[in-house]
C-alpha cells in the first residue's frame, strides 16, 4: 500500500540535500578555521548543535557519524562523543508519523491487530523508531518503523558523503575513501529492506540456537512488511549497568558477547557490523539479547581464511603467508614498507588471542580503544603516500573495535588465545563454503559477490 510519506519527489530531494549541505558544510568551516585560521570554537556546544541537526534530519548520515565515532582519530573526540550519544538517543518522530505508517502497512484497522500498542517510542535511531505493542496472545512485541522517504535520504546523503571524503582525501592521503564509500552505499542499502533483515534475523535463532548465552528475537511475519518489522521483545538491562559487576559476571558476558558476535563469523561467514550499546542488552541470567540485524555482512569463505592465515602469520612470523592473506582480502601492490604498517594494526587487533593466558583485551589510550595504534599506522601510512582499504574491512574493524571497548569496559579478563582457536579448530575454507550454502540456502540469503 503507498504511502505519501515515502514519495522520492525532487523538492524532498533538495530540501534535504540543502540541510545536510549546511550541518556538513558548517562543521567543515568551523573545523577548518580552528586549524588554518586559528580560531577558537567551543566544541562541546558546537558538537551538541551539530547532533541535533543530524538526530532531527534522520538517514543514514546519521548513521554514518555513528560509524565514524567508533574509529579512532575519524573525529575530534568532542564530536565522538555526540555522535555516540545519536546511537541511543535520537529524538522520535511523533504520533501522526506512527499513526499514518501503521495504517499504511497493516490497513486502517490495524490498531485491531494488537491488544496495545504504546504511542510513544521506546527507541528511535537513524533510519527508524521502535514501538512497544501487545498481541492478543499476551506477547510483549517490538514494533519497528522505517522513517518516510529514507531511499531518496540514502542517495541524497551518499552523494553528500563523496564530497565530504574526496575534500578529506585532499589534506590526508593516508586512506583512500572509494572502498569505504561503496561498502556503507551497499549496507546502508540493505538496512532498508526490512524483510532481508527479518530472514537474517532467523538466520542468527538459528546459527545460534546451541548457544545459551545468547537470544535472538522471534519474528512476526504476519505483522512485518516492507517498512514495518515486527519481532518479540527481548526484556534486558544496558551493560554498562554491569561495569562494577563480580569478575565472574562480567567475564561471562564478555565470553556470551564474543560467542554472540565470532560463532556465526568463524562457522557461517556472516558478522553483526552494529556493536553499539543500544543492539545488546543483558537478561538477569547474565545471558545477552542480540537485537536489531539491519547491519550484516556476509563474507566470502575465502576472506575469512584470510583471516585465519593472518593469524598464523604472526604467531610464526611468516611474512610470505601474510601477503597472501592480504592480497586475499583485495590489497594490491603492497611493497614491503607498506606490508609492516599493515603488520601494527593487524599485532594490535590479535594481540589479545595470541597470548596463551588470561588478560584483558588491551588497553584504552586518549579514551578510545585503538587510538594510540591507529595514530601511528595513519601517520606511516600518509608518509608511504596513502593506501586503498578493501570494503570489507569497515564492518569488520567496526565490529572488532566496537566489541574490544565492550570487553574494556567490562574489566573482562580471558584466555581469548584458547576461546579464538576453539572456534577455527576445524575451519577450512571448503568447509565453511558448504556450511554457509546449505544454511543461507534455508533463509534466501545472498552469498557474497
Known sequence: MEDNLDKNSVGGRIKRYSKVSGTMAGLAAKLAGER?????IEREDHALQLMQSLGNLKGPLMK??????????????????????????????????????????????????????????????????????????????????????MQSAIDTDLNQLKIIFSLYERYDKAIKTGQIHDELAARLSEELDYRLEARHCKLYSWMLENETGVHIPQIIDELSTDRLLTSTWLEGKKILNFVDGHPEQRNELAMNMFRAWYVPLYHYGIIHGDPHLGNYTVRSDNAINLLDFGCVRVFKPSFIGGVIDLYNALMTDNTDLAVNAYETWGFKNLNHEQIETLNIWANFLYS?????????IGEVSGGVYGRETAEKVHKKLRELGGISVPREFVFMDRAALGLGSVFLHLKAEINWHRVFNELIDDFSVDKLHTRQQKAFAQFDIPLAA
Not at 588554518?36 to 577558537?40: F, M
Not at 491487530?113 to 527507541?123: D, I, P, Q, R
Not at 589479545?352 to 588478560?359: A, G, S
Open 352 to 360: 589479545p588471542v595470541m597470548e596463551d593466558k588470561i588478560r584483558p
Open 64 to 149: 554514518v557519524g555513528q560509524i565514524l565515532s567508533t574509529i579512532p582519530e575519524a573525529l575530534p573526540p568532542e564530536y565522538a562523543r555526540a555522535f555516540q550519544e545519536l546511537q541511543a538517543n535520537a529524538p522520535s518522530m511523533g504520533w501522526p508519523f506512527v499513526r499514518r505508517r501503521m495504517k499504511a502497512e497493516l490497513g486502517p484497522n490495524w490498531e485491531t491487530k494488537f491488544a496495545s500498542f504504546e504511542k510513544e517510542a521506546a527507541a528511535a535511531a537513524s533510519l527508524g523508531q521502535v514501538h512497544k505493542a501487545t498481541s492478543h496472545d499476551g506477547q510483549i512485541l517490538a514494533c519497528k518503523l522505517q522513517y518516510p522517504d
Open 36 to 40: 588554518y585560521l586559528g580560531l577558537k
